[in-house]
């Protein structure tokens, strides 16, 4: 058998091979630099919510109709990188809420029945108990669904009014009763200001 001698240089590496070590080095340390670039660009992926602190929505990408709101009480947070004119998630604690508004809505019932669909197959709730809502403080009307999960309770209401805008809330918590108040709409809807048609 023939013996085979390799000659390394000061860094350690086989000579005539130094240019392979740096190209692989690179190949591991581009990418690493360009997430944690990103990373530090976007900051703080989670949003912090100001009490009291009026959030805006406008539908697209047909334009036409506009929301106002707020979230009552504190403690509430926004994945901040994710937030769209028409739609915004929060969280609070182990509440979820989706607020969306929407233009040209030929009808509320079945707008209701469309956003409740993909949430119905997407986890495997179940929604009923649909019925007309009114809000007195918002003077807004629809309708209102419970969702229904295993050990899970939520509740989808639209509001607004057939052929114009409308905004819809969706709220889901942990827990066994749709009828409880962690998900009433009632203290988000009292202070939706829906513009439009």
């Known amino acids: 058998m023939a013996e085979v001698t390799i000659q390394l240089n000061k860094f350690g590496v086989e000579r005539g091979r130094m240019w392979q070590a740096v190209v692989a080095a690179l190949a591991i340390a581009l990418p690493l630099a360009f997430w944690i670039g990103i990373e530090r660009a976007l900051g703080d992926s989670v949003?912090?919510?100001?009490?009291?602190?009026?959030?805006?929505?406008?539908?697209?990408?047909?334009?036409?109709?506009?929301?106002?709101?707020?979230?009552?009480?504190?403690?509430?947070?926004?994945?901040?990188?994710?937030?769209?004119?028409?739609?915004?998630?929060?969280?609070?604690?182990?509440?979820?809420?989706?607020?969306?508004?929407?233009?040209?809505?030929?009808?509320?019932?079945?707008?209701?029945?469309?956003?409740?669909?993909?949430?119905?197959?997407?986890?495997?709730?179940?929604?009923?108990?649909?019925?007309?809502?009114?809000?007195?403080?918002?003077?807004?009307?629809?309708?209102?669904?419970d969702i229904v999960g295993l050990d899970t309770a939520g509740s989808i209401t639209v509001v607004g009014e057939d052929g114009g805008a409308a905004a819809i809330l969706i709220l889901i918590a942990p827990g066994d009763d749709p009828n409880s108040a962690t998900v009433d709409p009632d203290p988000i809807i009292d202070t939706f200001a829906l513009e439009g048609k």
Do not use: K
């Open 47 to 145: 949003q912090q919510i100001d009490p009291g602190e009026t959030l805006y929505l406008q539908s697209y990408p047909v334009t036409g109709a506009s929301l106002e709101f707020l979230l009552p009480g504190e403690g509430w947070t926004s994945p901040g990188i994710h937030m769209a004119d028409q739609l915004q998630n929060f969280r609070h604690g182990s509440l979820t809420a989706a607020v969306e508004v929407d233009t040209n809505v030929e009808s509320l019932e079945n707008l209701l029945v469309r956003r409740a669909d993909p949430i119905i197959n997407e986890r495997g709730y179940a929604y009923n108990n649909e019925r007309a809502y009114t809000n007195e403080a918002s003077g807004l009307s629809g309708y209102r669904a």
